[in-house]
């Protein structure tokens, strides 16, 4: 089987238009503009090309960015104090702290301390907690990013089996969840997981969020299976950095029946959830009708 190619960066782009056009009517109805403010903490070059994407397509799709970057030594007490700041002002619908945080920071702290309304990346203890129970909260952007592109493909996911590998806050435990919601089977695999290939064999959808560049081959992969890559990997090859995903594509595209692309897979759909995070997050906090399909 050739598998079909899962085009996240047409989708992504598809989700981005429908959030312009209802950002568009809010302004033109409501006079709202929604704001998203994204606090990036230090000089790490990976998430300083992260934190500029998402600052450039929040302006493209009408809302205002506004960008925070503090000194790498910046003490817990004045970024919870910027928070605070955020949280507080009328103007910012959506904030999001780019992980990870310098070692000095208490991560979970840091991010308790985001009102839950406003945590469009949905790691806030509250909205893992409403997930958890089936209740409406704000889902995590990657998993939300993986789950609008499973659903397009398949209809239902009811009945089919999920495996996920790797029981990260941000995106493996979320994914499961998600999964879950849709009525997948769902087994959530690690680094303590016996026979992982054996696991993985038995999926009909596998979601990969490991780190571990090309680390599962396509003999792993149950002919006809949907494979989601969510890994980003930057690797060394022939002299070029190439970035790859946690699957080894050339080998599992021949078994699989779909499969997204690292690049232009499941990276530019978080950004366009993010997008789609601040505009629920904007609708909720006014009480205006939520926008349609851009939720779980
Ligand atoms: N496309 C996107 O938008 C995004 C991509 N990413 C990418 O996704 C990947 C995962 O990110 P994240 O969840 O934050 O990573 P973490 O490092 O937090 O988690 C990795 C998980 O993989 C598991 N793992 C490690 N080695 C193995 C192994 N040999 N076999 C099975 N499982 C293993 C770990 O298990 P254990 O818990 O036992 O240690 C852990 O649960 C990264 O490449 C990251 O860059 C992340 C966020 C967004
Ligand atoms: N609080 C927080 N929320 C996050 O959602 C978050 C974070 N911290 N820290 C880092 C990870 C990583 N992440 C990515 C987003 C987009 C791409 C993306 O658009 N990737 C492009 C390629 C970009 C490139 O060339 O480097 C693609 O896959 O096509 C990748 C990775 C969000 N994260």
Request: proline share 6%.
């Amino acid at each position: 089987m050739v598998a079909q190619v899962i085009d996240g960066k047409a989708f992504a782009a598809k989700v981005r238009a429908q959030v312009a056009d209802q950002v568009a009517k809010l302004k033109e109805e409501n006079g709202i503009t929604p704001g998203l403010a994204v606090v990036l903490v230090g000089e790490d070059p990976a998430s300083q090309v992260y934190v500029r994407s998402k600052g450039k397509m929040t302006v493209e799709v009408g809302m205002n960015s506004y960008e925070h970057k503090l000194d790498a030594d910046t003490s817990e007490a004045d970024l919870l104090a910027l928070i605070e700041k955020l949280n507080n002002d009328p103007a910012v619908h959506g904030i999001l702290v780019q992980l990870p945080l310098p070692k000095h920071l208490n991560e979970d702290l840091v991010i308790n301390s985001i009102d839950p309304a406003k945590d469009v990346d949905g790691f806030h203890i509250s909205n893992v907690g409403l997930l958890g129970t089936g209740q409406k909260s704000m889902v995590p952007c990657t998993p939300l990013g993986c789950l609008m592109m499973l659903r397009d493909h398949h209809g239902s996911l009811s009945g089919m089996d999920a495996v996920v590998i790797g029981r990260s806050n941000i995106v493996g435990k979320p994914m499961a969840q998600l999964l879950l919601g849709d009525s997948c089977t769902v087994t959530i695999a690690h680094s303590r997981t016996k026979d992982l290939p054996d696991v993985v064999r038995r999926a009909d959808i596998v979601v990969a969020a490991v780190g571990r560049p090309e680390m599962v081959p396509g003999d792993w992969i149950k002919e006809g299976a949907t494979v989601i890559d969510v890994g980003i990997n930057r690797i060394e090859r022939d002299g070029k950095t190439k970035l790859v995903g946690d699957v080894d594509y050339a080998s599992a595209a021949e078994r699989a029946g779909a499969i997204t692309p690292v690049p232009g897979g499941v990276g530019p759909m978080t950004i366009a959830c993010l997008l789609a995070n601040t505009l629920t997050a904007c609708c909720r906090s006014n009480g205006l009708p939520e926008p349609e399909g851009l939720t779980a």
